[in-house]
């Protein structure tokens, strides 16, 4: 669809070409995948970078328009290889209420404390895991 260099020409960003080829960006299909860590390795100026952005999104929209069974020719890709995938939204998990009573133990916890109340003698805190656990 776009040629890498093209792209970056149109952008008046053919300065960072010699960057994108050196550190392995060896297609477009390649820079449509790119970061801001990305870009802040490649060096790339906080104005070139929105462009580049703002390019990249089209990009991105043009791709996911195209129907899955549709082939289109992307630098050798198929389109819907190439799209991006939709990224998971955080949950936000509400803090648990500090006056909430307590769960009840276990039954296993029950029986450990009960078992633990007997002090195997001699044994450390992991050996007597070991031996309630072969009870």
């Given at each position: 669809m776009a040629d890498r260099a093209a792209v970056l020409q149109e952008l008046d960003m053919a300065q960072y070409l010699p960057s994108f080829i050196h550190?392995?960006?060896?297609s477009w299909a390649d820079v449509l995948d790119i970061t801001e860590n990305d870009l802040?390795?490649?060096g790339v100026k906080l104005g070139h970078r929105r462009r580049l952005q703002q390019r990249v999104a089209r990009e991105r929209?043009?791709?996911s328009q195209t129907q899955p069974g549709q082939s289109c020719q992307f630098d050798g890709l198929l389109a819907h290889e190439?799209?991006?995938?939709?990224?998971?939204?955080y949950r936000w998990h509400p803090k648990p209420d500090p006056n909430a009573p307590k769960k009840p133990l276990t039954a296993y916890a029950q029986f450990a404390n009960e078992k633990r109340e007997l002090r195997h003698h001699g044994?450390?805190?992991?050996?007597?895991?070991?031996?309630?656990?072969?009870?």
């Open positions: 550190n392995g960006f060896d802040d390795v490649l929209v043009l791709l190439a799209a991006p995938r939709k990224k998971r939204k044994l450390s805190f992991a050996d007597m895991a070991i031996e309630i656990g072969k009870l």
